[in-house]
């Protein structure tokens, strides 16, 4: 089996640029006839995770939201926008994020996500889901995800994008039913859900990306770049090769490849537009504790793990007394006791939801003592 995803470059967030970019990024899969027809109700999928201001960086593009809204209306297909933030929602978010203004601008529907439990029978592991209703009730469904560092999952693309399908602080749930398992089992559901929703066609804004303290908190990086394809696992793996990290560093990759989910291959992938050996990124930073990590032998990692785990922490400094982590913590071990916030470490799953909404940047993961002393013992040994 192959597939297409293409690549193309895209200097600025200026409309019509974005639009004639987003324009040749599916022509060059197969234009979008190729994905929506006439008459079909169409529902975008943008990253919403918090409404933050565009140059956040935090969600997708408005202008990357309306030019794919402008295309598929020339192809005759009513447009929809939807998502299911933390938190907020979708049209508080949308509010915040500019991408209201679009969804004004063009007479287009926000729709929020009210739950439906759906079965899953070609699920490999996960063989149900509480879902957004609209999902099932629209077409076709197009995903248009950020490029950014993620601190539990080292990046979000085109199949973290779809966790959004789960409406609000059901996610949580799943951060708890996955903990014992791990990142892989958590992967799996991500792919056993994305696979289930199925976008049509995933188009990754990475114009300004961000790297970093991802996904909520990371820095804008300006790589100039829109990738699109089908498949989100293709799209996912062009984008992790662009950006220098390992397959097995990301463990949505590394389970599509080992379980077989969508493409993974890159030799089952046609680069189409820009080439992949021109656009990489090789310095892309990386969330602060994966860096930590990916610097020590895996098989030691695999051996000490206990002792190297990561935790959450929040800094004094940096905290406002909000409350948001508070309300997003699906084992509500975060507490507020005169403006003084509080996390109960001993029940922690280190799901890093706290950590997605806190919107001061005030909770960073800090490594456990043997991991400090692995990383003291390189740098002393010169082998940073
Ligand atoms: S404290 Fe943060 S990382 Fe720990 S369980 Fe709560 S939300 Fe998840
Ligand atoms: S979300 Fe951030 S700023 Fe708000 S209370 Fe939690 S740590 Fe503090």
Same mark, same amino acid.
Request: charged residues 25%; positive net charge.
């Given at each position: 089996?192959?597939?297409?995803?293409?690549?193309?470059?895209?200097?600025?967030?200026?409309?019509?640029?974005?639009?004639?970019?987003?324009?040749?990024?599916?022509?060059?899969?197969?234009?979008?006839?190729?994905?929506?027809?006439?008459?079909?109700?169409?529902?975008?999928?943008?990253?919403?995770?918090?409404?933050?201001?565009?140059?956040?960086?935090?969600?997708?593009?408005?202008?990357?939201?309306?030019?794919?809204?402008?295309?598929? %209306?020339?192809?005759?297909?009513?447009?929809?926008?939807?998502?299911?933030?933390?938190?907020?929602?979708?049209?508080?978010?949308?509010?915040?994020?500019?991408?209201?203004?679009?969804?004004?601008?063009?007479?287009?529907?926000?729709?929020?996500?009210?739950?439906?439990?759906?079965?899953?029978?070609?699920?490999?592991?996960?063989?149900?889901?509480?879902?957004?209703?609209?999902?099932?009730?629209?077409?076709?469904?197009?995903?248009?995800?950020?490029?950014?560092?993620?601190?539990?999952?080292?990046?979000?693309?085109?199949?973290?994008?779809?966790?959004?399908?789960?409406?609000?602080?059901?996610?949580?749930?799943?951060?708890?039913?996955?903990?014992?398992?791990?990142?892989?089992?958590?992967?799996?559901?991500?792919?056993?859900?994305?696979?289930?929703?199925?976008?049509?066609?995933?188009?990754?804004?990475?114009?300004?990306?961000?790297?970093?303290?991802?996904?909520?908190?990371?820095?804008?990086?300006?790589?100039?770049?829109?990738?699109?394809?089908?498949?989100?696992?293709?799209?996912?793996?062009?984008?992790?090769?662009?950006?220098?990290?390992?397959?097995?560093?990301?463990?949505?990759?590394?389970?599509?490849?080992?379980?077989?989910?969508?493409?993974?291959?890159?030799?089952?992938?046609?680069?189409?537009?820009?080439?992949?050996?021109?656009?990489?990124?090789?310095?892309?930073?990386?969330?602060?504790?994966?860096?930590?990590?990916?610097?020590?032998?895996?098989?030691?990692?695999?051996?000490?793990?206990?002792?190297?785990?990561?935790?959450?922490?929040?800094?004094?400094?940096?905290?406002?007394?909000?409350?948001?982590?508070?309300?997003?913590?699906?084992?509500?071990?975060?507490?507020?006791?005169?403006?003084?916030?509080?996390?109960?470490?001993?029940?922690?799953?280190?799901?890093?939801?706290?950590?997605?909404?806190?919107? %001061?940047?005030?909770?960073?993961?800090?490594?456990?003592?043997?991991?400090?002393?692995?990383?003291?013992?390189?740098?002393?040994?010169?082998?940073?």
């Amino acid at each position: 089996m192959r597939t297409s995803v293409s690549i193309v470059r895209c200097p600025a967030y200026q409309e019509e640029i974005v639009y004639q970019k987003i324009h040749e990024a599916i022509d060059l899969i197969g234009g979008i006839k190729t994905f929506v027809s006439s008459g079909e109700k169409v529902l975008l999928k943008p990253n919403l995770l918090l409404g933050r201001a565009p140059e956040k960086c935090v969600n997708t593009h408005p202008l990357v939201v309306k030019a794919v809204a402008r295309m598929v %209306r020339e192809a005759g297909a009513q447009v929809l926008i939807g998502d299911s933030p933390q938190l907020d929602s979708a049209q508080k978010a949308c509010d915040k994020n500019g991408i209201g203004d679009v969804a004004r601008e063009m007479g287009i529907e926000i729709v929020e996500f009210e739950p439906r439990d759906v079965l899953n029978p070609q699920g490999k592991v996960f063989k149900s889901f509480t879902i957004g209703t609209v999902l099932q009730d629209v077409d076709k469904i197009i995903n248009l995800a950020k490029l950014k560092t993620h601190s539990l999952t080292m990046l979000t693309l085109a199949v973290k994008n779809m966790f959004g399908a789960v409406p609000g602080a059901r996610k949580g749930q799943w951060h708890v039913k996955t903990h014992i398992a791990g990142k892989e089992y958590f992967a799996q559901m991500l792919l056993d859900l994305f696979y289930f929703v199925k976008p049509v066609l995933n188009i990754v804004d990475g114009i300004v990306a961000m790297e970093g303290k991802g996904p909520g908190f990371g820095d804008p990086r300006t790589l100039g770049l829109l990738v699109a394809g089908a498949d989100g696992v293709a799209v996912d793996r062009v984008i992790a090769e662009m950006v220098n990290i390992p397959v097995d560093q990301v463990p949505v990759l590394k389970v599509a490849l080992r379980d077989g989910y969508g493409i993974g291959k890159l030799e089952e992938i046609s680069v189409r537009g820009e080439r992949l050996e021109d656009v990489r990124v090789p310095d892309f930073k990386l969330p602060p504790a994966q860096d930590i990590f990916a610097k020590i032998p895996l098989p030691v990692v695999r051996l000490l793990k206990a002792c190297l785990t990561t935790h959450p922490a929040i800094s004094k400094e940096e905290c406002e007394a909000c409350e948001l982590c508070l309300r997003a913590c699906p084992m509500k071990c975060i507490t507020s006791e005169n403006r003084e916030i509080k996390m109960d470490e001993n029940e922690c799953i280190q799901c890093l939801c706290c950590m997605e909404v806190c919107p %001061r940047g005030a909770i960073e993961l800090r490594p456990g003592g043997l991991l400090k002393f692995f990383s003291a013992m390189r740098r002393i040994m010169g082998r940073n």
